[in-house]
């Protein structure tokens, strides 16, 4: 989780940290109980290497393609990471995101538990994932509708998947709070603990609501330079 002592430090890394230290203690929470996703989409495995030479070993992608091309030769080097699937996925690469990723964020219809339900029993690899939900009922957003969320995780279950938590992206130029007070009392209502949300802009209101996995790219690596999915 969130490295402390790290023999070398990464500074965006340290005071995102202390934000997360603040914001938790704010809500009375354990910031133990907060992953700090690092968002690498876009990222060159040089641009990475410094975070996992400070210790930090969460990182999330959001394409599988890119993906697999980063991550088999840091992995070798740094066997204990744990990659967080948190784009949208397409059912036919079901297959490689079962075998690169240990979590995935983005389950949200019943094709997709389908065919990840399928390729975990066939890898022997089992994959907790968090439902993705459309949080603010836009138009070609990923996830799913909120009224759906009962039905999936069902069918998520009954496939054998495990399903941790809930996740979800709002509107953007919205103001964030709304949406994450609404995600985090669909997930109370569906009896799940985990709630991925939060950004680099907005990562301390979601812990302050119950944030349990927090994805931030830009705070850390600094601006895109290259358009991500
Ligand atoms: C890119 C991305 C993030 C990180 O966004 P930043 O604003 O760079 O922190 C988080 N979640 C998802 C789903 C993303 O695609």
């Known amino acids: 989780m969130i490295e402390r002592d790290s023999p070398l430090a990464y500074s965006p890394l340290e005071e995102i940290c202390s934000k997360i230290d603040k914001a938790a203690g704010i809500a009375d929470r354990k910031p133990s109980d907060i992953a700090l996703i690092a968002v690498s989409k876009t990222r060159s495995g040089d641009e990475i290497r410094p ?12 394409r599988v393609q890119e993906a697999m091309e980063k991550w088999p030769a840091l992995k070798a080097d740094y066997p204990d990471i744990e990659l967080h699937m948190i784009g949208q996925l397409q059912s036919n690469k079901a297959g490689e995101a079962v075998t690169l990723f240990d979590y995935i964020h983005s389950l949200d219809r019943p094709s997709l538990i389908k065919a990840l339900a399928k390729e975990m029993k066939r890898q022997e690899r089992h994959i907790p994932c968090f439902l993705q939900v459309n949080i603010g009922e836009e138009q070609q957003k990923g996830g799913c509708d909120i009224k759906a969320v009962p039905d999936l995780l069902d069918q998520a279950r009954s496939s054998g998947i495990e399903v941790v938590g809930l996740m979800a992206v709002p509107p953007d130029n919205a103001n964030p709070v709304p949406y994450f007070a609404l995600l985090a009392k669909l997930a109370r209502e569906a009896g799940l603990d985990g709630l991925s949300m939060g950004m680099s802009g907005d990562f301390e209101k979601a812990v302050k609501l119950g944030s349990t996995h927090i994805r931030v790219g830009t705070a850390l690596f600094g601006p895109r330079t290259t358009p991500a999915g």
């Not at 975070?51 to 959001?62: I, K, M, Q, Y």
């Open 51 to 62: 975070l996992l030479e400070s210790g930090h070993r969460l990182f999330g992608e959001n």
